[in-house]
């Protein structure tokens, strides 16, 4: 089992629709949970981060987190052609050095149709 | 503000060559990380350092590989000898200390290419 798992997609939208994106993660005691941005032929961005369960909003982004399950979400409201890029989760860890290193799913590719 | 520099941003070499990777981080930024992404594995991270140390290099995926910090503002990610596996775009992200929720900033990354 990956530690961090993501559906590759692509995940196409059309344009104004709510985009949906998920991720699971294996370690039980993660704190600390990202999303990244990433265009093509570019470098990752943080768009949003999420520490607490429930939900977090910034803009058009909206963060969802159950430790229970496992699970962080994004979802990405009133989606824009611009929002067409790979988003990858990213988990921190919690004990000693892990705490400074982020593990990263493979990332969702989203395709907003215009 | 510059951001995390990264050279070159192509390399294209035939294996058995070694190839030097260059980052220099954002200034006052005392993490400094190694990542690798490819399209089977994603953004893995090889080594990390924290003030010119290197913490953690479990992620280096044999001994071919190297990474040094001689200073704050420099590393250096090498690969000898290389091999076609080796092909990915590799970068270089850096953080401020304090909060380990600080956000990291990535370079625009070094595409790498062994024939």
């Known amino acids: 089992q990956k530690e961090v798992e993501q559906n590759s997609g692509p995940l196409s939208v059309p344009e104004g629709a709510i985009a949906s994106l998920n991720c699971t993660y294996s370690d039980r005691v993660s704190q600390s949970f990202f999303w990244y941005r990433q265009y093509s032929g570019k470098s990752p961005e943080l768009i949003m981060s999420i520490y607490s369960n429930g939900d977090k909003e910034d803009g058009r982004f909206t963060a969802q987190l159950n430790k229970a399950s496992q699970y962080v979400s994004l979802l990405i409201r009133d989606s824009q052609p611009s929002d067409s890029a790979t988003y990858l989760c990213a988990v921190k860890g919690r004990r000693g050095g892990a705490t400074n290193k982020l593990i990263f799913g493979t990332g969702t590719l989203l395709a907003v149709q215009p | 503000d510059a951001g995390v520099i990264q050279s070159p941003r192509h390399e294209v070499t035939e294996m058995g060559q070694e190839v030097t990777l260059r980052c220099k981080p954002i200034?006052?930024?005392?993490?400094l990380f190694w990542y690798r992404q490819t399209m089977m594995r994603g953004l893995e991270l090889l080594i990390y350092f924290n003030n010119n140390v290197p913490i953690d290099d479990s992620g280096m995926p044999e001994d071919r590989f190297s990474a040094k910090m001689p200073n704050a503002s420099f590393s250096t990610l090498k690969i000898q000898p290389s091999e076609p596996r080796d092909s990915a775009v590799y970068f270089c992200?850096?953080?401020?200390?304090?909060?380990?929720?600080?956000?990291?900033?990535f370079g625009d990354g070094t595409r790498l290419s062994i024939l």
């Open positions: 992200a850096s953080r401020s200390t304090g909060n380990s929720n600080q956000p990291q900033h």
């Open positions: 200034s006052g930024h005392d993490y």
